[in-house]
């Protein structure tokens, strides 16, 4: 079968043909539609992070998937049913997935398909469990993949608001760093009816005409250009938020994130950066953190039940957002043109199959 993978000792991925999995007892053969590509792909590709299936020279991309149960192998689920894949898995049985928190395992107790230690789903077909699987309607055929990266996202906000749950905690306002796709992502379910949030921000570092803006502004947010506020100067250029979603990698947010926040504020840091040595007034911040109750956590991976909230979330999306979020759809043979790095597109996809 037909499959996007990433080679030892390569930096950028093929188009290669790879066995068609069998699903073992008690999984499902699944007909891959679309997966999306994201910054994490791009840093698997470079080995900046996770890594190859054990014994495998080649590792098959992708971990925001939409499928069709192809073979349901004698388990509940149902032929022709449309699925969206999590992304972790147990090496071996632990009680981070016995009671349904893998998002909560520490390294070296769970694999993530297409990024470490486990073949992804950019392939024509993959097998998987049902508990690691989220039945999604029929109308999510296209767009479906979109589940996992909001999933994320709702974890995120669920957890500032269970570490406000001590007080009466009312939010009003929020500061996405970041417009690649998680951060329009994050501001469009910011920007939901059922959001607390009345007034949002979205941090970026474009020129105007610009799509990512187009969408922040249609959406309902505030542009804010880096160049001209940073992170650290939006209290005074704007407001103190009272929550900060961090989807940028770049490690000087997090900490200048504490000076967005408002009293009783919370930062969620989602990005991943490299390493990175530079001064920070420490005491400042530490003082600070402390006498305005400020927080900062940091939050990665989601869990079925997160699925669920985000499948609900999509739903809810403006149908142009999806439309515009989504600027490439590529064939698996146009697996070159699909992993260019292109800062006109927003989100890009491969696509297997239709439904």
């Not at 029929?138 to 999933?151: H, N, R």
Request: aromatic share 8%; with cysteine; glycine share 10%.
């Amino acid at each position: 079968m037909r499959a996007v993978v990433i080679r030892r000792g390569e930096s950028r991925p093929t188009l290669a043909n790879v066995p068609r999995p069998t699903p073992e007892a008690g999984e499902a053969l699944l007909r891959t539609l679309r997966v999306g590509i994201d910054g994490t792909d791009h840093e698997v590709i470079q080995n900046n992070h996770g890594g190859f299936p054990s014994g495998d020279d080649y590792q098959i991309l992708g971990h925001e998937a939409v499928a069709v149960v192809e073979d349901a192998n004698g388990t509940a689920l149902k032929a022709g049913e449309l699925v969206v894949p999590t992304v972790r898995r147990p090496p071996e049985t632990n009680k981070y997935f016995e009671r349904g928190e893998p998002d909560m395992a520490p390294d070296g107790q769970y694999v993530e398909r297409g990024i470490v230690g486990a073949h992804g789903y950019m392939s024509e077909f993959f097998t998987s469990s049902p508990e690691f699987l989220v039945s999604v309607p029929d109308s999510f055929a296209e767009y479906g993949f979109l589940v996992e990266p909001i999933s994320n996202s709702e974890k995120a906000l669920e957890h500032a608001l269970a570490a406000r749950s001590a007080f009466e905690w009312e939010p009003e306002s929020a500061l996405v760093l970041g417009n690649g796709p998680l951060g329009l992502l994050t501001l469009a379910m910011l920007e939901t009816p059922s959001s607390p949030f009345q007034r949002t921000y979205c941090l970026g570092r474009r020129d105007r005409p610009d799509p990512t803006i187009d969408i922040i502004e249609r959406l309902g947010g505030t542009y804010v250009d880096s160049r001209e506020t940073s992170v650290e100067a939006m209290a005074d250029a704007h407001e103190a938020v009272d929550f900060v979603y961090e989807a940028t990698g770049y490690a000087k947010h997090a900490f200048e994130t504490v000076d967005a926040l408002a009293p009783n504020g919370v930062g969620a840091l989602l990005g991943i950066p490299g390493d990175w040595e530079f001064e920070i007034d420490g005491g400042r911040l530490h003082r600070e953190m402390v006498l305005q109750n400020k927080m900062l956590f940091g939050s990665v991976n989601s869990n079925v039940r997160q699925f669920e909230m985000a499948k609900k979330r999509l739903a809810a999306f403006p149908d142009w957002f999806v439309d515009d979020i989504i600027t490439g759809v590529y064939t698996p043979e146009e697996t070159d043109a699909a992993f260019e790095k292109n800062t006109d597109g927003i989100k890009t996809v491969v696509a297997f199959d239709t439904r």
